[in-house]
């Protein structure tokens, strides 16, 4: 049932069936195709190497185990450690099938993913060397593999939600320790550290429990010795182990699910522990008093901002190559004066819906449109705008850049980030989002909506891309000759000279930093006092007003 319902969920949302088809497209096809003919010739040429499979396969298989353990408990913690209507279900089903359907799901889970290429890399081995042992010990050892740190991770799982649960100093900070999770993640994945300690693991695991099945998956290759010993060990592995495992995953989710969990105190906030008073000379009192608006909710809930990060995994690349090369490259100032420029209109995308259950009072109140709006370009500028210009012109002075060129960056970060946060006010009452959307797997907020999340995102991109080619001759150069080859590979060569892409791109970068920016400004305001709370949001009747924005 529970595996139903997650492919309901998928086949409900066009987005994720998009995503998932994506998904399925590079970490299924891809792998399923490359991987049986990498097999095929591997399996070929295993007569004549003398690779060490064997310490291969043990260390493999344990790292391997650690990382499906590890997966699992993530997921029990956010998502799977508690069931829907949990109080009628557990009154009518007992703990223990409770727990297996659960179990099953996320096998059902696995196996879906991990099948056709499983069986596709296994039967190409299998047939190159000529016999069908590959394919009966590889299934059974990875099945070993994953039923054992299916239910191992469930118990880590169900261990760190307990303890979550029933401690109230963890329960006030779980978000605080969720987040230094997620840093210490990515600084391992972006320094390489990671693929270090599990270099490091494969070998140190060599004689665990788990590597014996490692013996089980070379058992059916030719001109390998597994242990008969390490071998017995596996199947007692397997056969004891998940009994044992099962009732310990038992008797935890049980204490889980029935027990009580703590109430940590609701914090009562001090009106003035946002003050914004700082800007009084600057700033009207009903500006001010955006301003702190805005910081209190962030201050209150911060994961509302979580959409903010999800582009650093597109530019960790950058990031990783000058951790790795252990100096700032030429490209590390361009991807932060890029990303924190995005980052300061990004964390104002949604001023309307950002309002909540407040919008109708906020509407009537003496705050009027301009003030509005200019609270929530201070909100973000005073805080972001010091740190990217900051970010940018350090990296920038560490780089191999030239002086004029790192400067030209950390200019055009100040620009971009003051006329991205006006331009994105304008976007995001264009196309506001009011409900709540899951943001992780177990926590909601009010994010912007996907089309004001695209649109804005693609009008930095062209902004920023037409000003770095417009004061770079380099780039307008490899602009023009990759826009040749295009058009020549589509039948049609267009030859474009680069003073005439450079002259493009700052036209462009005019329009998107300069021109855009007062009129998102006008649509903005003109939006605020007009808006109705019965509008309709359809991007239909919003297109119908986009004339206001002259």
């Keep these: 049932m529970e595996y139903r319902r997650s492919v309901r969920a998928i086949g409900k949302k066009p987005i994720q069936m998009l995503a998932f088809g994506l998904f399925s497209l590079i970490f299924i096809g ?63 089903v007992p703990a223990r099938d409770v727990v297996g359907g659960l179990l099953g799901a996320e096998l059902a889970r696995v196996v879906s993913i991990a099948a056709i290429p499983l069986l596709s890399i296994t039967a190409a081995l299998s047939l190159s060397l000529g016999t069908p042992l590959p394919l009966v010990t590889v299934v059974l050892a990875l099945l070993g593999l994953v039923t054992t740190a299916l239910l191992a991770g469930h118990i880590l799982g169900l261990l760190i939600k307990i303890a979550l649960e029933r401690s109230e100093l963890l329960a006030q900070y779980k978000s605080v320790l969720a987040v230094l999770a997620f840093g210490i993640y990515m600084a391992a994945v972006m320094s390489n550290a990671l693929g270090t300690v ?19 998956l070379v058992l059916g290759i030719p001109g390998t010795s597994p242990s008969l010993a390490r071998l017995g060990g596996a199947v007692a592995l397997v056969v004891v182990g998940l009994p044992v495992l099962f009732a310990l995953d038992v008797r935890l989710a049980t204490r889980l699910w029935y027990g009580d969990r703590v109430q940590p105190e609701n914090k009562q906030y001090d009106s003035s522990e946002s003050n914004a008073d700082f800007l009084a000379a600057i700033a009207s009192k ?69 309002e909540g259950s407040m919008l109708p009072v906020t509407l009537i109140s003496s705050i009027r449109g301009r003030e509005f709006v200019k609270g929530h370009v201070l909100a973000v500028t005073v805080v972001g705008l010091p740190i990217v210009v900051l970010a940018t012109a350090i990296t920038g002075f560490l780089s191999p850049l030239e002086l004029t060129r790192w400067l030209s960056l950390t200019g055009l970060s100040a620009l971009l980030g003051l006329a991205g946060a006006v331009v994105a006010i304008g976007i995001g009452t264009m196309f506001p989002r009011f409900g709540e959307v899951n943001v992780t797997k177990s926590r909601t907020a009010v994010v912007p909506s996907k089309t004001a999340f695209a649109t804005y995102s693609l009008v930095v991109l062209l902004g920023y891309g037409g000003a770095v080619t417009a004061i770079t001759p380099g780039t307008a150069a490899g602009v023009s000759s990759m826009f040749e080859f295009i058009t020549g590979f589509l039948g049609y060569a267009v030859a474009i000279s680069p003073p005439t892409v450079r002259l493009i791109g700052g ?23 007009s808006y109705a709370l019965d509008a309709d949001d359809s991007g239909f009747a919003v297109f119908e007003s986009v004339g206001e924005l002259f």
């Design 507 to 529: 036209l462009i970068a005019v329009l998107l930093g300069v021109v855009a920016p007062p009129a998102a400004y006008r649509y903005s305001v003109r939006r605020f006092e």
């Design 198 to 216: 599990m270099a490091s693991l494969a070998e140190v695991l060599q004689n665990a429990p788990t590597a014996w099945l490692g013996d089980v």
């Design 30 to 92: 891809v792998p399923t195709v490359a991987g049986s003919y990498l097999a095929y010739k591997f399996g070929g040429e295993l007569a004549t190497t003398d690779l060490p499979l064997l310490v291969g396969a043990r260390g493999g298989i344990a790292v391997s185990w650690l990382m499906v353990t590890v997966m699992i408990a993530s997921r029990v913690i956010g998502k799977t450690g508690r069931i829907d209507q949990e109080a009628g279900m557990l009154t009518t």
């Design 286 to 354: 009903p500006t001010r008093s955006v301003v702190a608006n805005v910081w209190r909710r962030t201050k209150r809930s911060p994961i509302r901002l979580l959409y903010v990060v999800y582009p650093v995994f597109l530019v960790s690349g950058p990031i990783q190559e000058a951790v790795q090369a252990g100096h700032v490259t030429e490209s590390l100032p361009v991807v932060v004066s890029l990303y924190g420029a995005w980052a300061m209109g990004g964390a104002t995308l949604n001023p309307l819906g950002d």
